[in-house]
C-alpha cells in the first residue's frame, strides 16, 4: 500500500498536463554563445500560435509551446554604424544589422518537432562574423 500512494499519485500528476510543452536549448555563433538574441518557432502548417524567446548567454527557454513541427527562426542585430537623425541632425542613430545568414530568420528552412512535456535542441550557427568590419564602412 505504502508504494502504491505515490504511484497513483504520479499517474494523477502526468494526466493533469495540459499537453503543451517547454523548448530549451542553446545557440552559439561561431562557437561562441549568442545573446541579445531572439528565436521563434512557427507552426509549419499555419495553426496554432508562434513562441518564441531572447536569447541571452547562449540559452533560451520557451514555455508554452504546442507539440508539432515548427520552423525555427532565429534573429540576432548588431551596431553596424551611425546615422544622422533626420528630426535632429545633431544628434546620431545607431544603425542596426542583421547579424546572422538569411538562411537562420528571413529565409530559414529549419524545422525541429516539439514533444511534450519538453525539447532540448541545440543550434550551432556559423558565417561571416560582420560585426568584425561593421566599423569599417
Same mark, same amino acid.
Given at each position: 500500500?505504502?508504494?502504491?500512494?505515490?504511484?497513483?499519485?504520479?499517474?494523477? !500528476?502526468?494526466?493533469?498536463?495540459?499537453?503543451?510543452? &517547454?523548448?530549451?536549448? +542553446? *545557440?552559439? @555563433?561561431?562557437?561562441?554563445? !549568442?545573446?541579445?538574441?531572439?528565436? *521563434?518557432?512557427?507552426? /509549419?502548417?499555419?495553426?496554432?500560435? $508562434?513562441?518564441?524567446?531572447?536569447? =541571452?548567454?547562449? &540559452? @533560451?527557454?520557451?514555455?508554452?509551446?504546442?507539440?508539432?513541427?515548427?520552423?525555427? %527562426?532565429?534573429?540576432?542585430?548588431?551596431?553596424?554604424?551611425? +546615422?544622422?537623425?533626420?528630426?535632429?541632425? %545633431? =544628434?546620431?542613430? $545607431? %544603425?542596426?544589422?542583421?547579424?546572422?545568414?538569411?538562411?537562420?530568420? &528571413?529565409?530559414? &528552412? %529549419?524545422?525541429?518537432?516539439? *514533444?511534450?512535456?519538453?525539447?532540448?535542441? /541545440? @543550434?550551432?550557427? /556559423?558565417?561571416?562574423?560582420?560585426?568584425?568590419?561593421?566599423?569599417?564602412?
Amino acid at each position: 500500500m505504502n508504494r502504491l500512494v505515490p504511484a497513483l499519485l504520479g499517474l494523477a !500528476l502526468v494526466g493533469c498536463s495540459d499537453g503543451m510543452a &517547454t523548448v530549451d536549448g +542553446t *545557440v552559439t @555563433f561561431n562557437s561562441e554563445a !549568442l545573446s541579445s538574441a531572439m528565436i *521563434v518557432l512557427e507552426p /509549419t502548417d499555419g495553426k496554432g500560435p $508562434v513562441s518564441g524567446a531572447n536569447v =541571452e548567454g547562449g &540559452t @533560451f527557454h520557451i514555455p508554452k509551446v504546442l507539440p508539432g513541427e515548427k520552423l525555427v %527562426r532565429i534573429y540576432a542585430s548588431y551596431p553596424a554604424g551611425e +546615422t544622422v537623425n533626420i528630426d535632429n541632425p %545633431r =544628434e546620431k542613430n $545607431v %544603425r542596426m544589422e542583421e547579424l546572422l545568414p538569411d538562411d537562420w530568420h &528571413t529565409k530559414s &528552412t %529549419r524545422k525541429i518537432t516539439v *514533444v511534450a512535456p519538453s525539447t532540448t535542441e /541545440t @543550434f550551432a550557427i /556559423t558565417g561571416k562574423d560582420l560585426r568584425k568590419t561593421a566599423n569599417k564602412k
